[in-house]
């Protein structure tokens, strides 16, 4: 174990790519693959790596996010910690994070730690493994300042990320971010023959992506931010401290996913739930880590179930057809109810039966799905209340709408927001017609 590496997570942002889901949440706190929440990744990456000094940066919406974090405990010799980082005022500042690197640099005072060498940075919205033990053996074999995780692209997808320029030993010479012109890309071209070199098959990618995965020696970092007002570590930091310091990549070749927007949201979680899944969330000697719940096995009635992810603590009727899905935790799932590529939050208790009958007797339904309802292409977010014989499809491919009561569709996909209560009959595609 790596004792002089301390982990930042950054999570501060607003998430507005990500609206709704974070209309009440903090980014890093949307649930994914039925039972886990996106800063379960990047924590898990450190446990499996060694490393336990770890502090999440944010600032909206933290509540949730807080209480989840709590779940994390290390015994009491090994010095680890989780701990959150929230924007706050000081003697020093009282602005709001202005970035990735301000956000940072507004922490400082937790990296000037004497047994401190390494600082590693990760982002709190992406889906992958890395053992960060290789990488920083990789920064300590080129004597580095810096190391940027990177992963080869295909030319095509070069113009979403932030592609970078190396030479023949892996240091990083340019920095272009999403290059769009046929002339900016050839400025960032790498090219097959330097990923045979590593050992990994090209499949056609010539360019080398900044996963947003940094490992920086300690005073690099202070020099890099202390006397500057850098706020953005594609755009600022990196082109200023390439001219000065040792800056080279770490080429990492397996799964990787931005959780940035609505459908890469959407996509990816359904991806995990397939036949043949690109990213298992899950494996014995590199397990996704969570908050402890102690909820009960799921049951079910006479249902029909197929690709799908079902979490714990679940109740699904009778007659319920469920493809392509994930049905979050605690999920109450009535009779003769069609779920198709969808994601089901679920709930974040079980209602008593009290609490339950006092929601008939207001003529509202109860927590849940009720009866007879058909969900297709949507992601319902937790604690809903659905009625029976509520319909939520998109017959008509409807690809953005603005907020309404219910929640909005963007990207193509249906987002039913937290805590919406949908009537008996309703139907979302005579909404949207109206």
């Not at 953005?400 to 996909?413: K, L, P, W």
Request: some cysteine; aromatic content about 8%; charged content about 20%.
């Amino acid at each position: 174990m790596k004792k002089n590496v301390i982990v930042l997570i950054l999570g501060g942002g607003r998430g507005t790519r990500l609206f709704p889901l974070t209309k009440m949440r903090a980014k890093p706190a949307v649930p994914i693959a039925g039972k886990y929440r996106l800063i379960d990744i990047p924590i898990s990456n450190c446990i499996n790596s060694g490393l336990n000094k770890i502090y999440v940066i944010t600032q909206f919406n933290s509540v949730s996010l807080h209480h989840h974090l709590q779940s994390y405990q290390f015994d009491a010799f090994s010095g680890g910690f989780v701990e959150m980082l929230a924007a706050q005022q000081t003697n020093e500042g009282s602005n709001w994070y202005q970035g990735t690197a301000d956000a940072v640099r507004q922490n400082f005072n937790f990296i000037r730690q004497r047994d401190v060498d390494y600082v590693l940075i990760l982002s709190g919205d992406q889906l992958y493994r890395m053992d960060f033990q290789k990488m920083i053996e990789t920064h300590e074999r080129h004597n580095a300042d810096v190391t940027i995780a990177s992963i080869p692209v295909l030319k095509e997808r070069a113009s979403e990320l932030g592609i970078m320029r190396i030479d023949e030993e892996g240091r990083v010479r340019g920095f272009l971010e999403k290059p769009q012109t046929e002339q900016e890309l050839q400025q960032v071209y790498t090219g097959e023959e330097f990923i045979s070199s590593r050992g990994y098959e090209p499949q056609g990618r010539e360019y080398l992506a900044n996963m947003g995965v940094y490992l920086f020696n300690r005073e690099c970092l202070v020099d890099a931010l202390d006397k500057t007002n850098y706020r953005d570590f594609g755009k600022e930091v990196f082109p200023a401290v390439m001219r000065s310091k040792r800056v080279f990549v770490h080429l990492f070749n397996d799964y990787w996913e931005d959780i940035g927007t609505i459908r890469s949201f959407y996509e990816a979680n359904l991806a995990l739930a397939g036949n043949n899944p690109p990213f298992q969330i899950s494996i014995p000697e590199a397990p996704t880590y969570s908050r402890m719940r102690y909820l009960p096995a799921s049951r079910f009635g006479s249902a029909t179930i197929s690709q799908s992810f079902i979490a714990d603590g679940c109740q699904i009727g009778d007659n319920a057809v469920i493809e392509n899905s994930i049905i979050g935790i605690r999920s109450r799932i009535g009779n003769n109810c069609v779920i198709r590529n969808s994601i089901i939050m679920g709930q974040d208790f079980i209602p008593s039966a009290k609490e339950d009958r006092e929601e008939i007797d207001a003529g509202r339904p109860v927590m849940g799905i009720g009866n007879n309802v058909v969900i297709d292409g949507a992601i319902i977010d937790k604690n809903v209340q659905i009625g029976d014989n509520v319909e939520i499809s998109n017959p008509d491919a409807v690809q953005n709408t603005t907020e309404s009561q219910f929640g909005m569709i963007r990207d193509g996909v249906i987002c039913i927001i937290k805590n919406v209560v949908l009537p008996n009959n309703w139907s979302l595609a005579e909404q949207l017609r109206d």
